[in-house]
Every structure is written in structure tokens, then in C-alpha cells.
């Protein structure tokens, strides 16, 4: 199956600063990402479809301004969280995967904000 | 948009036994159906996946059975092994890749 990274796999910051998290396709290219957040022991929740050159698509209730998507190329996707808040602690999972086959996951970063 | 529900939120079986997981659909133009299994703090791992033009597949102990006129899948997980905990969430797509997934259901398997 298909490869993707993801970095850091791990950050703690302070309320009030911005964190960004960055996803890659290792072995193929992705001209659609998808970015999920995860609560403990709660399903996946789909944020955003990030699309390579141009704006990413964000599911109702995501607030776009505060979670900035870039894909600026065909294997990297990154997601910014902005002016993070402790309620913005959470596991973020970006996602690839070729069109015509099944999604892979990249290994998730967990995000807490003191 | 598509609305998946997934049953049960938790199950408990012995090891050896069998387990089963189902899943209902709303969007009747999805036509792929994965499942995925995921351990603590770890990435889902796709384990199968059915496409709506098969009513059934199997891979070893692990089998996916599809209705598309229910709009239900289930998997089913036979000779249930302690390593088979975790927990599964089902997914749905209509292509694209943008899938909507269940809630999950966190498997146990006592030894």
C-alpha cells in the first residue's frame, strides 16, 4: 500500500501560538489530502479536503481561519492550527490515497496546547 | 452527505469466538466500503474492503458481506485471537477517496 508520513508525531505549545503539521505522500502523488481530528476513543472526523493548487474544501463547523490548509505540492500537505487553544488539543490524521484505490493513513500527531 | 452508523460501540468475546460489526449507510451512490482497524495511538490500518459490485469477500479469518439494497455491511472476524483487539471503524464512499466513517466499535477479546 501506499506511504504517508506525517511530522511531528508529537507537540506541546502554549495557548495563543500556531502549530503546523505537515503530511506527505512517500511513494505516490496526492492530488487530494484529507485531514481528520480524532478525539480519545472517538471515530474520525473529517476537517478538510485539502486539493493540490488550490483552495482546500472544509466540512461544515471547521473554521477555516483557524485551520489553515496548504498544498502547495503533488506529496505535501500541511494543516496550520492558528492562535491554538487548549480545546484545539486533539489527534490529527491526514490521509492520500490514489483516486481509484483505498485511503492510507499518515501515523497522526498529537496535538496538546497548554 | 453520507451518514454512517456503525453497531456495536463495544464488544466483548471470548477468544476463539466470533465477532461481528455492522454498519449502515445513507448514500445509496456509495460504492466502496473498507474497514479499518486501529490500535492505541496508532494510524487506522485498512484490513479489507468491498466495492458495491461484490456481495462478499474473505480474507482468511476477516470477511466483509455487503447488501446494497439494505444499504448494510458488516465484517466478521472468526477464531477471534487477543491481537484482534482494538477498535474497527467501517467506512463509506461514493470515489474520490472521501470516505465518512462510523463511530467504531472497540473490540476486546478476552484470552
Known amino acids: 500500500g501506499a506511504v504517508v508520513s506525517q511530522h511531528p508525531s508529537r507537540v506541546i505549545c502554549k495557548s495563543g501560538t500556531s502549530v503546523k503539521i505537515e503530511c506527505r505522500s512517500l511513494d505516490f502523488q496526492a492530488t487530494t489530502m484529507f485531514w481528520y481530528r480524532q478525539f480519545p476513543k472517538k471515530s474520525l472526523m473529517l476537517m478538510a479536503t485539502s486539493n493540490e493548487g488550490s483552495k482546500a474544501t472544509y466540512e461544515q463547523g471547521v473554521e477555516k481561519d483557524k485551520f489553515l490548509i496548504n498544498h502547495a505540492s503533488l506529496t505535501l500537505s500541511t494543516l496550520t492550527v492558528t492562535s491554538a487553544h487548549p480545546e484545539d488539543s486533539s489527534f490529527y490524521i491526514c490521509?492520500?490515497?490514489?483516486?481509484?484505490?483505498?485511503?492510507?493513513f499518515g501515523p497522526g500527531t498529537r496535538l496538546t496546547v497548554l | 452527505g453520507e451518514n454512517v452508523e456503525q453497531h456495536p460501540s463495544t464488544l466483548s468475546v471470548q477468544e476463539g469466538d466470533s465477532a461481528v460489526i455492522k454498519c449502515t449507510y445513507s448514500?445509496?451512490?456509495?460504492?466502496?466500503f473498507p474497514w479499518y482497524k486501529q490500535e492505541l495511538g496508532k494510524r487506522p490500518q485498512l484490513i479489507i474492503d468491498?466495492?458495491?459490485?461484490?456481495g462478499e469477500k474473505k480474507d482468511q479469518r476477516i470477511a466483509v458481506t455487503l447488501n446494497k439494497t439494505a444499504k448494510h455491511f458488516s465484517l466478521h472476524i472468526t477464531e477471534t485471537q487477543p491481537e484482534d483487539s482494538a477498535v474497527y471503524f467501517c467506512?463509506?464512499?461514493?470515489?474520490?477517496?472521501?470516505?465518512?466513517f462510523g463511530t467504531g466499535t472497540s473490540l476486546t477479546v478476552i484470552p
Open positions: 490521509s492520500g490515497g490514489n483516486p481509484t484505490d483505498t485511503q492510507y
Open positions: 467506512a463509506a464512499s461514493r470515489g474520490g477517496n472521501q470516505f465518512y
Open positions: 448514500d445509496s451512490a456509495s460504492n466502496y
Open positions: 468491498i466495492r458495491s459490485n461484490v
